[in-house]
Nanobody, 126 residues
């Protein structure tokens, strides 16, 4: 496991942009699949975006496709989630997750990731 730290959350208005970052404390995310999940109050945790171990593949939930971008090169540290055109329904705690052994077919499965950050609150409200 690798210790993860998220940063960059905050309060924004609908239509605004925000970037959250995921940093491996004391190391690098090279060779790790990295994903973002989110959990809104009273709802289950849901997949948002992921990048494969070699950085060659990215995947997005349909609800964020075209608005969110996960940085594809996870040879660097941190990994970013750029969020554009934010909507009130994007309000949630955003969690970063990482794992060396996560295969492409499991990128959307939260149970595949052994390492998790503490979460970053993103609130979209007018």
């Amino acid at each position: 496991q690798v210790p993860l730290v998220e940063s960059g959350g905050g309060l924004v208005q609908p239509g605004d942009s925000l970037r959250v970052s995921c940093t491996a404390s004391g190391g690098t995310l090279r060779g790790y699949a990295v994903a973002w999940f989110r959990q809104a109050p009273g709802k289950e945790r849901e997949f948002v975006a992921a990048v494969s171990r070699n950085g060659g593949f990215t995947y997005y939930a349909d609800s964020v496709k075209g608005r969110f971008t996960i940085s594809g090169d996870n040879a660097k540290n941190p990994v970013f989630l750029q969020m554009n055109d934010l909507k009130p329904e994007d309000t949630a705690v955003y969690y970063c997750a990482a794992g060396r052994g996560v295969i492409t077919s499991s990128l959307r499965n939260h149970e595949a990731y052994p390492s998790w950050g503490q979460g970053a609150q993103v609130t979209v409200s007018s």
